[in-house]
T-cell receptor, first 114, second 114 residues
Framework: AQTVTQSQPEMSVQEAETVTLSCTYDTSESDYYLFWYKQPPSRQMILVIRQEAYKQQNATENRFSVNFQKAAKSFSLKISDSQLGDAAMYFCARSMDSNYQLIWGAGTKLIIKP | EAQVTQNPRYLITVTGKKLTVTCSQNMNHEYMSWYRQDPGLGLRQIYYSMNVEVTDKGDVPEGYKVSRKEKRNFPLILESPSPNQTSLYFC?????????????FGQGTRLTVV
């Protein structure tokens, strides 16, 4: 099965600290894309970061960075200097070219403690 | 402003009463899709469309219909809704092709079927 696994249903972190959300996936494709999306209580899906699998360099966007391990099929998200506005559900997803869809993990709820 | 607009945001209906959830994007995107989000399951694709008059089934198409008569619109139709279709629905669009750019999402439609 082509799956995306987020093993942490919920994580909490103290404000200003660093937290890492894990994501592993299955794929038989050699080239694909990986994404982290944030879903705050407003329900809006917001792109956090995007990684192209053929690029070795880990993507970064300000306080958000990934640790992409292609051989291990791992794609974790690190949030530095956590802020109250980071509290949300975070979803990991990967592209699937055979039917043009994104395969999604079940999500990790991130709680920020003030 | 670039956006995907879904309506309605909330809908309560009764079993068997046909309904349509509308989706419109103003970015001239070729690719549009519908997902449903359920707790513990992440998002699952219902249908997608590569361009006008081109649609195909995703992972969970049973009980749903779509049409793509115009590039900007991609309505989701439930001919005879049932309680197991109670869910949060998202429409998404992106530039077409195999280079996966950011997918833009609508605000979501919370559907309850009683």
């Amino acid at each position: 099965a082509q799956t995306v696994t987020q093993s942490q249903p919920e994580m909490s972190v103290q404000e200003a600290e660093t937290v890492t959300l894990s994501c592993t996936y299955d794929t038989s494709e050699s080239d694909y894309y990986l994404f982290w999306y944030k879903q705050p209580p407003s329900r809006q899906m917001i792109l956090v970061i995007r990684q192209e699998a053929y690029k070795q360099q880990n993507a970064t966007e300000n306080r958000f960075s990934v640790n992409f391990q292609k051989a291990a099929k791992s794609f974790s998200l690190k949030i530095s200097d956590s802020q109250l506005g980071d509290a949300a559900m975070y979803f990991c997803a990967r592209s699937m070219d055979s039917n043009y869809q994104l395969i999604w993990g079940a999500g990790t709820k991130l709680i920020i403690k003030p | 402003e670039a956006q995907v607009t879904q309506n309605p945001r909330y809908l309560i209906t009764v079993t068997g009463k046909k309904l349509t959830v509308t989706c419109s994007q103003n970015m001239n995107h070729e690719y549009m899709s519908w997902y449903r989000q359920d707790p513990g399951l992440g998002l699952r694709q219902i249908y997608y469309s590569m361009n006008v008059e081109v649609t195909d089934k995703g992972d969970v198409p049973e009980g749903y219909k779509v049409s793509r008569k115009e590039k900007r619109n991609f309505p989701l139709i439930l001919e005879s809704p049932s309680p197991n279709q109670t869910s949060l629905y998202f429409c998404a669009s992106r530039v077409g092709g195999l280079k996966w750019t950011e997918a833009f999402f609508g605000q979501g439609t919370r559907l309850t079927v009683v």
